[in-house]
């Protein structure tokens, strides 16, 4: 069974930086793309960034530069670097795993975890 845990989320005041990690288990990921998603309250949900277990990154353009996705393959675990916190970053951070891009940037992956809160508030 395939489990996606999220980690790291928190409250934060605006500048700060905060990396959220994204644990996963139950299979091997080594063909998977690990991505990140974000909700904000009464908003739709988007697509942050994403990885290729092998290393290729995507971003969402609005976040290039603050964000930074990393994975660890010895762990299992893909992070998210966030910086330079702005308090339109406030949202619930998903994690999702698929073997495929296109299914990861549709929003229409395998596998969701269960979501991290990330307040940015002074």
């Known amino acids: 069974q395939v489990q996606l845990v999220e980690s790291g989320g928190g409250l934060v005041q605006p500048g700060d930086s905060l990396r959220l990690s994204c644990a996963a288990s139950?299979?091997?990921?080594?063909?998977?793309?690990m991505g990140w998603f974000r909700q904000a309250p009464g908003e739709e949900r988007e697509f942050v960034a994403a990885?290729?277990?092998?290393?290729?990154?995507y971003y969402r353009d609005s976040l290039k530069g603050r964000f930074t996705i990393s994975r660890d393959t010895a762990k299992n675990t893909a992070y998210l670097q966030m910086n330079s916190l702005k308090s339109e970053d406030t949202a619930v951070y998903y994690c999702?795993?698929?073997?495929?891009?296109?299914?990861?940037?549709?929003?229409?992956?395998?596998?969701w975890g269960q979501g991290t809160q990330v307040t940015v508030s002074s």
């Open positions: 999702a795993a698929d073997e495929s891009i296109w299914r990861v940037r549709t929003q229409t992956p395998a596998y």
């Open positions: 139950g299979r091997t990921f080594s063909n998977y793309y």
């Open positions: 990885i290729r277990w092998s290393g290729t990154t």
